[in-house]
């Protein structure tokens, strides 16, 4: 351990671990099972597709704690968590209390408390949309859940041993980067868990769609931009994983293209639940037009689906999704085609919050989106061109439009390309990282695009802003903070909250993947400092966002294996 880190609530080690002097919150995610074990010993546990099943409390020991995903270790004992069933194994803890869930998520309403029941060895919470099985032997203390008492006691059945194993294995998967130095090397094992641990499955082992993260089991669902960011680590690692989100998400298109957030994908219990909270109220309603919609009619999802079909084609030379889902591609082209409102190539987005910057109603032309547009566009063209070259030459043609009108609506005269907006009324001139998909698509030619990460490294680097107040913290996705107030909403309304200038590790391994593709600099500073600052903080694993005085989001957020990607992919791993 270097002398740097001996102080801070989570240390880096030689060996991939992280030493924490006390415990520190671990969050865990298995293909079936998830949950928390604070550092007072309350551990909470969900079932993805069901939710919240139950808390248990145990009397963890006062000592050093060694995390890695999904496992801690302590002198005597330690918390391991198996793949293949919904069981974690308890050593050298006793359970003190334990209780099933009122309620599965914050939306469902509450239902009467269940009173354990006890068969043996076992103890038994049941709720009415899943049940936790608590058993203790010799060999310790292990707990089990499921969707129904089957699951869970078919969980059950696996050994301490075996448990163990497949923590042990798991573990060793993501510790990618054996070489690096210690800090390099717990970024990729905890960046590369967030991707892989997002892999879900149902009751009955069949795949069950990526997971955005932790946060996203009630109802369980899939997006379509969380997914793509978080299947690029996939690409080679579980191809057919890949492929079989492109069918999860081709549920959610529409004959004419349009798509939601997300796809809900939740079990039957829930299901029925959520679909009560959604006739009855409005809002909700509003926002989730179809039972299976998360969030309907987000500009930037279409897009994402053919983006995500072309990477597998291109990554496995499997065009049968490409195929299969052509005349999807075909509507999704003509849908965008029908935003050109000044004729130049270019989508016009309606002034609306739905599309990865949910908190600001960007109108106009956006960056980001146009980006994706024309990355889209290039794939419809490349890969359309046996297929059906009437479209791809349309395609082809679209996108040299696009490019030859992007810098008249949008470069500023600093040289980057503003967020989003309208030349003609109102435009938001500040530079965010999500404007990189401009990048990362060949929107631009190399010489901008290197001016562009120039003015970056200068703005967004908080090591190099003095004109934020709180010194070297992490990347930040927009400067300066939103113009026009009435833009934005909720949590973005703050300076550095949210969209209005928090670190998200995925857009820092988005800036990363472009410095190194440009030659443009070393990626070090975005491919860790997030890294750095979770382990100043004492979070245990790849979170959602962070950003002074405003604290982090969610963790365990699956398209924070980005950096990991970035790291790996462009050192041959």
């Not at 016009?348 to 109603?361: E, I, S, T």
């Not at 024309?374 to 061109?385: E, V």
């Not at 190399?446 to 970056?456: F, G, N, Y």
């Not at 004492?538 to 990991?564: D, I, K, N, V």
């Amino acid at each position: 351990m270097t002398p740097e880190f001996d102080i801070l609530p989570l240390q880096p080690q030689p060996d991939g671990r992280l030493r924490a002097p006390v415990p520190v919150l671990l969050p865990f995610m298995a293909p079936r099972l998830q949950g928390d074990l604070h550092p007072d010993g309350k551990l909470t546990l969900s079932l993805w597709g069901a939710g919240h099943l139950s808390t248990l409390s145990l009397d963890l020991p006062e000592a050093e704690v060694f995390y890695t995903p999904n496992r801690a270790e302590w002198p005597g004992g330690g918390l391991y968590v198996a793949q293949s069933k919904p069981v974690v194994l308890i050593l050298g803890a006793a359970l003190k209390r334990a209780a099933a869930a009122r309620r599965g998520a914050w939306w469902s309403a509450p239902e009467p408390a269940r009173p354990a029941e006890r068969k043996g060895a076992r103890r038994i919470l049941r709720t009415a949309w899943g049940v936790t099985i608590i058993e203790t032997t010799d060999e310790g203390l292990r707990v089990a859940a499921g969707d129904s008492e089957a699951e869970a006691g078919a969980a059950l059945e696996m050994s301490a041993d075996a448990i163990r194993q497949e923590a042990a294995e798991y573990a060793a998967r993501c510790d990618a980067a054996p070489g690096a130095d210690p800090l390099m090397r717990t970024m990729v094992a905890q960046s590369l868990h967030a991707g892989l641990s997002s892999i879900r499955r149902d009751s009955a082992g069949a795949f069950a769609g990526l997971a955005a993260g932790q946060s996203y089991s009630a109802p369980a669902r899939t997006y379509y931009r969380d997914g793509y960011w978080t299947l690029q680590i996939l690409l080679d690692r579980e191809p057919e994983i890949v492929a079989a989100q492109i069918e999860l998400l081709a549920r959610g298109l529409q004959p004419d293209g349009e798509a939601p957030s997300g796809v809900i994908l939740t079990g039957d219990a829930q299901a029925e639940r959520w679909e009560k909270v959604r006739q009855s109220h409005p809002k909700i309603v509003i926002e989730h037009l179809r039972p299976g919609d998360w969030w309907s009619d987000h500009f930037d999802s279409p897009l994402f689906f053919v983006l995500t079909v072309a990477d597998y084609v291109d990554a496995t030379g499997d065009r049968a999704p490409l195929d299969r889902h052509w005349d999807k591609i075909a509507a999704i082209y003509r849908r965008y085609r029908g935003f050109d409102k000044h004729g130049n190539g270019l989508p016009y987005k309606p002034r609306n919050d739905r599309d990865w910057a949910d908190n600001v109603y960007r109108h106009g032309y956006v960056s980001y989106d146009i980006g994706l547009w024309i990355g889209a566009l290039d794939a419809i063209a490349r890969l359309g061109a046996g297929r059906d070259p009437v479209l791809a030459e349309a395609a082809k043609a679209t996108a040299a439009q696009a490019r030859a009108s992007l810098d008249g609506e949008l470069l500023t005269e600093a040289g980057y390309y503003a967020d989003y907006g309208d030349k003609r009324d109102f435009r938001e001139d500040h530079l965010t990282l999500d404007s990189l998909t401009l990048l990362r698509y060949r929107a631009v030619g190399p010489d901008r695009a290197k001016a562009v990460l120039a003015c970056a490294r200068e703005m967004l680097e908080t090591r190099n802003n003095p004109e934020q107040p709180y010194g070297d913290w992490g990347v930040m996705c927009a400067w300066p903070p939103f113009a026009r107030r009435a833009d934005t909403r909720e949590k973005t309304i703050f300076a550095y909250r949210y969209h209005n200038g928090s670190d998200w590790p995925y857009l820092t391994g988005l800036y990363a993947e472009q410095l190194v593709d440009h030659e443009a600099g070393d990626p070090t500073y975005a491919l860790t400092r997030w890294w750095r600052t979770c382990l100043e903080n004492g979070w245990c694993g790849a979170l959602e966002y962070f950003a002074p005085p405003w604290g982090r989001g969610s963790l365990l957020q699956g398209w924070s294996a980005m950096p990991a990607h970035v790291w790996l992919s462009r050192n041959g791993r």
